[in-house]
């Protein structure tokens, strides 16, 4: 009768609350109407800067040059940022009470002209470990207490670096060479190469075995199974460049952006229909989901240069917030120029960006 009762115990504590586990924090997206003076001045005193209009506190802070993505620590007490044009330097590590910056982590390599191109990041939440990629040596490494190593990745050009969801498996999309390496998290052997379409980029583990691909040259989207060689299903949305993608464990559903279309779609993977697609500002970038799946993030880079996209923007890119139940804009603002990485704390209220061309890291406060 004992064993009984604790196991009802656990089934209740375990139950979802309005349709969202409790293993997902709710956010609760920060109004100006629930902004008291005392929470304000807190906030203020903090160091934050206050405007009228959402997110309505800011924080920002000097990165190295050509920030990429941005990624919380575990713990939410660190922002890491992988610095893709600092000859030398790999990635910044702030503080995030005080947003300074407390360590660059600089990795060795044998040619000193190619120590640069650190382009995407993530941490395996089993033991805190920093991975990341190097484009130009074609190399992953793995950061944990002042120590890293170095790994290749057997592709060309790497980019995005993926967990599954148990951290077993760790997948690297390869834009030259058109491949996903995967490898061992635990033993860092590889374990499957898969050949894709043109220019793969974002990467999102549907399960412990499937995974989406998000091609950047042939504007489709690609599912795999690790133990199949070729693509079991491919969506061709009718788009140009697709970069993003996320998978909703809740809904079933993929979000993914295309930085040519200027849009970003919401796809159910049961039905394999486009459920809806939404125009934001132009060349959206990265796509991130609040830990309740009730918020989508965009982070818009703006209009190239007339003279080469890798130059500064004539004007500022654009951030935006959707819902994700009726897939409409609820708050935009402009970021600074090329706003690019993104990333939400892990408990759903706090909001990094990276400004690419301004070598800046911001951070927003963004819920309850």
């Avoid at 005080?98 to 089993?126: A, H, V, W």
């Avoid at 970021?335 to 990485?341: A, E, K, L, R, S």
């Amino acid at each position: 009768m004992k064993l009984q009762y604790i196991l009802f115990l656990f089934l209740i504590i375990n139950l979802p609350i309005n349709g969202v586990s409790q293993n997902k924090t709710e956010t609760i997206i920060l109004e100006k109407s629930v902004i008291t003076q005392k929470f304000k001045n807190s906030m203020l005193e903090a160091g934050w800067t206050y405007k009228d209009s959402f997110p309505h506190f800011m924080k920002q802070a000097k990165s190295g040059r050509a920030p990429k993505s941005c990624s919380f620590s575990p713990d939410g007490q660190y922002i890491y940022v992988t610095l893709l044009n600092q000859l030398g330097n790999g990635v910044d590590v702030f503080n995030f009470h005080s947003m300074r910056k407390i360590q660059t982590i600089t990795p060795e390599c044998l040619i000193p002209e190619n120590n640069l191109g650190y382009s995407e990041g993530n941490f395996n939440l089993t033991d805190s470990s920093f991975w990341f990629t190097c484009m130009t040596t074609a190399e992953y490494f793995v950061y944990k207490n002042g120590e890293i190593e170095a790994y290749n990745t057997k592709g060309i050009w790497p980019k995005v670096i993926e967990f599954d969801l148990e951290y077993k498996k760790v997948a690297i999309s390869n834009w030259v060479s058109n491949t996903v390496s995967i490898f061992d998290v635990n033993t860092k052997n590889h374990l499957y190469t898969k050949k894709t379409g043109e220019k793969p980029r974002g990467i999102s583990w549907i399960d412990e075995e499937t995974f989406a691909v998000a091609h950047f040259g042939s504007g489709i989207i690609q599912i795999f199974r690790t133990d199949l060689e070729e693509a079991v299903f491919t969506i061709d949305y009718g788009g140009y460049a697709a970069r993003d993608i996320i998978y909703d464990d809740k809904n079933n559903v993929l979000y993914f952006s295309d930085m040519r279309n200027n849009k970003v779609y919401k796809y159910d993977l049961e039905k394999k229909i486009i459920l809806s697609s939404l125009i934001v500002d132009l060349k959206p970038n990265s796509i991130r989901l609040s830990p309740d799946r009730n918020f989508l993030f965009v982070s818009c880079r703006g209009p190239n240069n007339p003279d080469g996209y890798v130059l500064k923007s004539p004007r500022n890119g654009k951030l935006f917030l959707i819902s994700t139940t009726d897939f409409l804009i609820i708050h935009s603002w402009y970021g600074g120029n090329q706003p690019t990485g993104l990333d939400i704390s892990p408990d759903g209220k706090y909001l990094s960006t990276t400004d690419f061309q301004e070598s800046r890291l911001n951070l927003y406060r963004i819920g309850k």
